[in-house]
């Protein structure tokens, strides 16, 4: 059974940093495209990081670049999200996604390319 299992999430004030992981079983890890995606009350999903299967290539979304880094450690098949300098626009419900047998150097950010979902973890960042 494929399972994604975030933690990290909290609560946090503006300025402030958290940092998520994402840990999948069932999969072979190595060979997944993963990403971080965020649903905020009353929006639309939006990814806000991916990464290719080897961790060489990253995507991130104009609204948290240079704050978020995303990174991966295939050895302990987990995947993580450093946000620093948050703001209350951040406050959202964050998510892992894993997209298997990824195309070597891909990253995506569609949410249709992701076939495997965490149960999501609260960000709230207070001003």
């Known amino acids: 059974q494929v399972q994604l299992v975030e933690s990290g999430g909290g609560l946090v004030q503006a300025g402030g940093s958290l940092r998520l992981s994402c840990e999948a079983s069932?999969?072979?890890?190595?060979?997944?495209?993963m990403g971080w995606f965020r649903q905020a009350p009353g929006k639309e999903r939006e990814c806000v990081a991916g990464?290719?299967?080897?961790?060489?290539?990253?995507y991130y979304s104009g609204s948290v670049k240079g704050r978020f880094t995303i990174s991966r450690d295939n050895a302990k098949n987990t995947v993580y999200l450093q946000m620093n300098s948050l703001k209350p626009e951040d406050t959202a419900v964050y998510y892992c996604?894993?997209?298997?047998?990824?195309?070597?150097?891909?990253?995506?950010?569609?949410?249709?390319?992701?076939?495997?979902w965490g149960q999501g973890t609260q960000i709230t960042v207070s001003s």
């Open positions: 996604g894993a997209r298997g047998s990824a195309l070597s150097g891909r990253f995506y950010y569609r949410e249709v390319d992701y076939n495997v």
């Open positions: 069932g999969l072979t890890f190595s060979a997944a495209a």
């Open positions: 990464i290719s299967r080897g961790g060489g290539s990253v």
